[in-house]
């Protein structure tokens, strides 16, 4: 086979051609090496991140310990509040407790009403009942005694006393009463559309 002066130096160059991409090739691995070396200097970094880690890491049990000490402290004070599916439900709950207790300090409790479940808070509602009732001075002082050291979470939120028959000393009381109920039974206001 002959080859030409022109075939032979196409074949040379070639040759240098793959020399030099070789000698490419095995000089771009030395450039890794100094990749290395660049991510060696952020050791320093990793090793303070770490150690930030290692300290926001040792702070989680006294965070959960406290978590669950304010839950439990949660739990002893929602344990008072009025349970109940739904707003008249809790408010029928209410009257229960009030017709107990004006029974158990000879007051006969008449009508009650129910008024509206309205916030209390963020968290919380306040379901109001009125009864009626006449008595003396010493059962209706007994009877808000009576109220105050009940489990459920109750207060007087309105009160009214009438002069009732002055021979024996009764008067006329129209008295509401509010428990804490849970939020989820204080009906949505719809929204209000103007023309």
């Known amino acids: 086979m002959n080859l030409t002066p022109r075939d032979r130096r196409a074949l040379v ?34 090793e303070q991140r770490l150690n930030r880690l290692r300290r926001i890491d040792a702070t989680v049990p006294a965070k959960e310990e406290l978590f669950k000490k304010v839950a439990d402290q949660l739990a002893v004070r929602e344990k008072g509040m009025i349970v109940a599916d739904t707003a008249q439900q809790a408010q029928t709950q209410i009257q229960q407790i009030l017709r107990k207790l004006g029974t158990a300090y000879g ?53 009214r006393v009438t002069a009732g028959n002055p021979k024996d000393k009764r008067v006329g009381v129209r008295l509401t009463v509010s428990g804490v109920v849970p939020k989820k039974l204080i009906p949505e206001k719809k929204g209000v559309t103007t023309f």
């Open 107 to 159: 007051i006969d409790v008449r009508g009650a009403e129910f008024g509206m479940v309205k916030p209390l808070g963020s968290d919380y509602g306040e379901a109001p009942v009125s009864i009626t009732f006449d008595c003396n001075i010493e059962q209706l002082v007994n009877l808000l005694s009576a109220l105050g050291s009940q489990p459920e979470m109750l207060g007087t939120s309105d009160m």
């Open 13 to 46: 160059l070639l040759g240098l051609a793959v020399i030099i991409i070789l000698l490419w090739k095995l000089g771009s691995r030395g450039d890794s090496t100094v990749q290395v070396a660049a991510a060696a200097d952020s050791v320093p970094r990793a």
